[in-house]
């Protein structure tokens, strides 16, 4: 992959991450996609930010909960699977949300 093709890709999930956000209509979440950084904010003021890696090809995300993740692409899953194993990013990132809502939150389906 290129970095153009990365960059779209990349793009293209956390626009896809925050829209379903939106549409899950939870109060205690706010996302905002600036710059290539998508920022979720809880009501309780922790923070999930997740963003681009352009020379790694990868995304970063920094979670209040489990800490720093670092995601690749791998095309024959058509997901971002997790450098440290088998997890990936739809995943983690709505269970996690789900635990800190109280509210479903299943990005996994939106693939």
């Known amino acids: 992959m290129d970095n153009s093709q ?6 293209a999930t ?4 925050q ?3 939106e549409e899950a209509d939870c109060d ?11 920022t979720i904010e809880l009501e309780s003021g922790a923070r999930y930010l997740l963003n681009r890696h352009g020379p790694n090809r990868e995304l970063w ?3 209040p909960v489990s800490g720093a993740w670092h995601f690749a692409w791998n095309p024959a899953e058509r997901s971002w699977i997790s450098t440290r194993g ?20 299943d990005f996994a389906s939106q693939d």
Do not use: P
């Not at 088998?86 to 939150?105: M, P, Q, V």
């Open 6 to 11: 990365f960059e779209s890709l990349a793009d």
């Open 14 to 17: 956390l626009a896809r991450l």
């Open 19 to 21: 829209t379903a956000i």
């Open 28 to 38: 205690d979440l706010d996302a905002e996609v600036v710059n290539g950084i998508l």
């Open 61 to 63: 995300l920094s979670s």
């Open 86 to 105: 088998s997890d990936r990013l739809e995943i983690l990132l709505g269970r996690e949300l789900s635990e800190a809502t109280g509210k479903a939150i």
